[in-house]
């Protein structure tokens, strides 16, 4: 399930306007904070996803106005509910909190399940695909490759292909890419089925 989930953290205090003649202020301005490190948000974040029994897929920060977005994509066997993402997202706004990796410029939390779009680089991404369509490549083999995954291991995965099924390595294969499908009209109720396997 695609799902997420916002929370925004507590603005720091305002700096008040100091009292004078009204004469033009001739203060610098503040320059900029820089970024997080998205390396040191992985090793604070982590552990916490872990906990959840997740994956922490990927994090990603961003300016939105005067405030950063950070957006952090977990996911796990069998999915992730609405309820996980809820519950994930207290957790890591909590850990956020209590440490100081965001500095002091307002941020948004935005915590979400991966998409179709994302590519299959890791062997658990093909495992939680297993039964789908995917498209994919294998440079030193067959080009371009359509099949379905029937099983994946930790070294490589069972793509079926006109009926054919034949093991690849990952170090074989480019990232992979979740196929949409949409069936046929069935012939006995008429009705069709969308979405994927």
Do not use: C
């Amino acid at each position: 399930m695609h799902g997420g989930s916002r929370r925004s953290s507590r603005p720091g205090p305002a700096a008040g306007q100091p009292k004078g003649s009204g004469r033009a202020s001739t203060a610098r301005p503040v320059p900029a904070e820089p970024p997080p490190d998205p390396r040191r948000l992985t090793r604070l974040l982590e552990p916490v996803v872990h906990a959840m029994n997740m994956d922490l897929e990927g994090i990603r920060v961003s300016t939105a106005g005067r405030r950063r977005v950070l957006r952090v994509t977990v996911d796990a066997d069998g999915g992730v509910s609405l309820d996980d993402i809820a519950l994930a997202s207290r957790e890591l706004s909590s850990r956020l909190d209590g440490a100081g990796e965001m500095g002091d410029t307002p941020y948004t939390l935005e915590v979400s399940s991966p998409g179709v779009e994302r590519p299959l680089t890791l062997p658990r991404h093909w495992r939680r695909n297993v039964g789908r369509l995917v498209a994919t490549s294998a440079p030193d083999d067959d080009g371009d490759i359509l099949g379905r995954i029937t099983s994946a291991g930790d070294s490589g995965v069972m793509l079926e292909r006109d009926g054919v099924t034949r093991e690849y390595r990952y170090a074989d294969l480019g990232p992979g890419r979740v196929q949409v499908e949409f069936s046929h009209l069935d012939d006995e109720t008429g009705e069709e089925d969308i979405g994927g396997h």
